[in-house]
């Protein structure tokens, strides 16, 4: 099963205000679980990328003034993503800006019943605890502490291994082993050993004892007819 997980970093809130996606990460999952396979492209939003939005992603206009707009990406881009799964953290802001730019380039829309939200899997299985992606990563363990500014392609990769945790966490079907790892204790407690067959065969009274309990209760039992 191949999943997507997917980030965008923009110039602002809103693509119908005129914002723009300035970048864009993709990380490819198979069977929950991430691969090496990639896509991740910085994108010239053709605009300015204000002051406040900067200090959060620290993508400069100056830095994207010679990278690629989005229609020169948007073929690779697709390509990458094919017709799987899109796992998305607050779906609804990422999708609203890749539809609008795709719109824009007269290309169709993806359509949002081939989107998982992974901030409503969250809300659902967390319900009253903070649910960004710095919260959820502190829950699950998993090290963001390079996470210093936002980044799309490492908000991706974060993103796909908190969502192995929440779809059911790392080898689920291996979660004693693990276990045996960390405990000695629990390792010897779970080992188990062959024993050898034992017999008791009953006693010729015991034998007798029962004949005679069911001659008492049955009358001409249909094993005495038997030849």
Not at 20 to 35: D, L, Q, S
Not at 140 to 169: C, P
Request: proline share 5%.
């Amino acid at each position: 099963m191949r999943e997507i997980a997917i980030d965008t970093e923009t110039t602002g809130l809103s693509p119908f205000n005129g914002d723009k996606i300035v970048e864009i990460g993709c990380v490819e999952m198979i069977n929950h679980v991430p691969t090496n396979n990639v896509f991740h492209r910085y994108i010239n939003p053709q605009r300015d990328v204000p002051e406040e939005v900067v200090k959060i992603h620290g993508i400069t206009e100056e830095f994207l003034k010679d990278k690629p707009i989005f229609s020169a990406i948007a073929d690779e881009f697709l390509a990458f993503i094919g017709s799987d799964t899109l796992v998305i953290h607050n779906a609804a802001f990422d999708m609203s800006f890749i539809n609008a730019e795709l719109a824009a380039i007269n290309k169709e829309p993806i359509d949002m019943g081939r989107v998982i939200d992974s901030l409503a899997i969250a809300r659902r299985k967390f319900p009253g605890d903070k649910a960004n992606l710095d919260s959820l990563c502190k829950k699950f363990g998993i090290d963001n502490s390079h996470r210093t500014k936002h980044g799309a392609l490492l908000d991706a990769e974060l993103l796909s291994e908190v969502y192995l945790e929440l779809v059911g966490g790392r080898e689920p079907g291996l979660a004693m082993t693990t276990l045996q790892k960390k405990s000695p204790e629990v390792a010897a407690a779970v080992k188990t050993e062959a024993r050898p067959e034992r017999f008791f065969p009953a006693s010729e009274e015991e034998l007798k004892e029962h004949r005679d309990f069911l001659l008492s209760k049955l009358k001409d039992p249909v094993w005495n007819k038997l030849s």
